[in-house]
Structure formats: structure tokens, C-alpha cells
């Protein structure tokens, strides 16, 4: 069960004419989510990016500040840029630090940086077919891995100590060279992101394979993919569906 949501700009000629076909649409998607509800399934949005681009991208606004010292940080990804380039899956940048990005680097392995150098996991790498990713990292102990698609990597020990500062901005789609700008095409996201979570904990690897097979479990307590407020800017298309 699909519905395709398109967000375009209306000419103030048009604007009147779509307000009723606006309201259909509501309805329409109000009603797919309460029979999946109804039905025991799960009702998520999916984030397309179609092409390449240096303007297109989503800001995710969280429920409470990034004061982080350990976090488990999940979302399912689908792309075909494979071998071609980098790409950005996650970025968290403050006025003077990428404080947490999260990257398939051109070999196929994927990484995430604190504020430096990266911790790098050589996995399968991610493609068409959707992979449901999750990013753990304590800094008490340092210890980091990557869940793919339920399966954990080996662990390594990274940034002990640190701590993710609070007061910048999360996007999707782009890796912003300065607070909330320069950005690069050709390091920006293809494909498709959803069902991203972010916990301020490490959690069990029990609970993160429970998260991979749909089951219900405590969302995100700094982003909760479900409730999660989000900021569109340029050609991104959103996608609702059964998970």
C-alpha cells in the first residue's frame, strides 16, 4: 500500500483550484493509516531523492538537544550509486564541527565521524535492495559497530571520551561544508532513506534485530522517525508504506 507525495510549488492561480484535490489527499492518507494501524502493520514515510543536486535535502528537527555520550543511531537505505562516489547517509553539523556524519565511502565501506577522523567497517555493501542500518557508539568505552540488517559487525574503539555537542542542525540528502550550507552534488544522497531513529543509548543487540524485523519496539527518544518533525527544501519526494 503506497501513496506518492510530491512536494512542488502551486502559481496563485492554481493554488485554488488544488485546494480540494489537497483535501482528498489528506483524507485518502489519513484513512491508509488508520486501516494499517487497524491491521497491525506499521505506516512509515520514505524520503526519495531522484537525481543528484545541491539544494535538495531534509532537515530533521529533534525532540530534544544532541548532548550525546553514546547513541544508537538506525534507518533503512536503498541506492544504486554503487562504487561511483561517497555518499552522505546522515549529517549533523554545528556552526564549527561535522559532529556526527554518517557515510558509504567510495570503497563500499561505511563510516561515521565525530568531530575528526572516521571509524570505517568493511560490510556488504548497501544497493538497490534496501538495508536496514544501525550505528552504535559508547564513550565510555569507545566502543563502536554497525548493525546490517540485524547482524552485528565487529566492535572497534573509537573517540573515547567524546562528546556529541548540542545547538547544530540534522539533515538527510546533503553533507553541508558550513552550518547549513555549502553543499555538493556530487556528495549528495540517491536513493531512498527511511525509518530513521536516533536513542541517546546503546541499545541491545536484541532490541536493534527486534527493530529490522518491524516489531514494536521503544522508538527513538532524540528522533522518532513516527513522530518526527521535518523541514522538505527542494525536490524530495515522500513515500508512505506498510513496513
Given at each position: 500500500m503506497i501513496q506518492l507525495f510530491h512536494f512542488v510549488q502551486f502559481s496563485p492561480g492554481a493554488l485554488k483550484a488544488t485546494q480540494s484535490d489537497k483535501m482528498r489527499l489528506l483524507v485518502v492518507s489519513f484513512l491508509v493509516a488508520v486501516a494499517a494501524v487497524l491491521a497491525g502493520s506499521v505506516v512509515i514515510k520514505t524520503l526519495v531523492f531522484q537525481?543528484?543536486?545541491?539544494?535538495?535535502?531534509?532537515?530533521?528537527?529533534?525532540?530534544?538537544?544532541?548532548?550525546?555520550?553514546?547513541?544508537?543511531?538506525?534507518?533503512r537505505v536503498a541506492t544504486?550509486?554503487?562504487?561511483?562516489?561517497?555518499?552522505?547517509?546522515?549529517?549533523?553539523?554545528?556552526?564549527?564541527?561535522?559532529?556526527?556524519n554518517v557515510w558509504r565511502e567510495l570503497d563500499g565501506r561505511l563510516s561515521f565521524y565525530l568531530s575528526g577522523p572516521g571509524v570505517f567497517f568493511d560490510v556488504p555493501q548497501?544497493?538497490?535492495?534496501?538495508t536496514h542500518l544501525c550505528f552504535t557508539w559508547n564513550s565510555g568505552s569507545g566502543a563502536a559497530s554497525v548493525f546490517m540488517d540485524g547482524r552485528k559487525s565487529l566492535t572497534k574503539i573509537?573517540?573515547?571520551g567524546h562528546t556529541i555537542r548540542p545547538g547544530g542542525k540534522v539533515i538527510i540528502?546533503?553533507?553541508?561544508?558550513?552550518?547549513?550550507?555549502?553543499y555538493d552534488a556530487g556528495q549528495s544522497f540517491v536513493g531512498e532513506i527511511s525509518d530513521v531513529?536516533?536513542?541517546?543509548?546503546?541499545?541491545?543487540?536484541?532490541?536493534?534485530?527486534?527493530?529490522?524485523?518491524?516489531?514494536?519496539?521503544?522508538r527513538g527518544n532524540v528522533f522518532d522517525w513516527e513522530t518526527i518533525n521535518l523541514k522538505i527544501n527542494g525536490l524530495v519526494d515522500v513515500v508512505t508504506r506498510e513496513l
Amino acid at each position: 500500500m503506497i501513496q506518492l507525495f510530491h512536494f512542488v510549488q502551486f502559481s496563485p492561480g492554481a493554488l485554488k483550484a488544488t485546494q480540494s484535490d489537497k483535501m482528498r489527499l489528506l483524507v485518502v492518507s489519513f484513512l491508509v493509516a488508520v486501516a494499517a494501524v487497524l491491521a497491525g502493520s506499521v505506516v512509515i514515510k520514505t524520503l526519495v531523492f531522484q537525481t543528484e543536486s545541491s539544494d535538495s535535502f531534509v532537515e530533521m528537527l529533534p525532540m530534544k538537544p544532541l548532548d550525546l555520550r553514546a547513541f544508537t543511531l538506525c534507518m533503512r537505505v536503498a541506492t544504486e550509486l554503487k562504487g561511483e562516489r561517497e555518499v552522505i547517509l546522515f549529517a549533523y553539523r554545528t556552526r564549527d564541527y561535522d559532529e556526527l556524519n554518517v557515510w558509504r565511502e567510495l570503497d563500499g565501506r561505511l563510516s561515521f565521524y565525530l568531530s575528526g577522523p572516521g571509524v570505517f567497517f568493511d560490510v556488504p555493501q548497501i544497493e538497490a535492495l534496501e538495508t536496514h542500518l544501525c550505528f552504535t557508539w559508547n564513550s565510555g568505552s569507545g566502543a563502536a559497530s554497525v548493525f546490517m540488517d540485524g547482524r552485528k559487525s565487529l566492535t572497534k574503539i573509537y573517540k573515547k571520551g567524546h562528546t556529541i555537542r548540542p545547538g547544530g542542525k540534522v539533515i538527510i540528502g546533503q553533507d553541508p561544508d558550513a552550518f547549513m550550507g555549502d553543499y555538493d552534488a556530487g556528495q549528495s544522497f540517491v536513493g531512498e532513506i527511511s525509518d530513521v531513529n536516533l536513542w541517546d543509548t546503546v541499545l541491545p543487540a536484541s532490541t536493534i534485530q527486534d527493530i529490522y524485523t518491524g516489531e514494536r519496539v521503544a522508538r527513538g527518544n532524540v528522533f522518532d522517525w513516527e513522530t518526527i518533525n521535518l523541514k522538505i527544501n527542494g525536490l524530495v519526494d515522500v513515500v508512505t508504506r506498510e513496513l
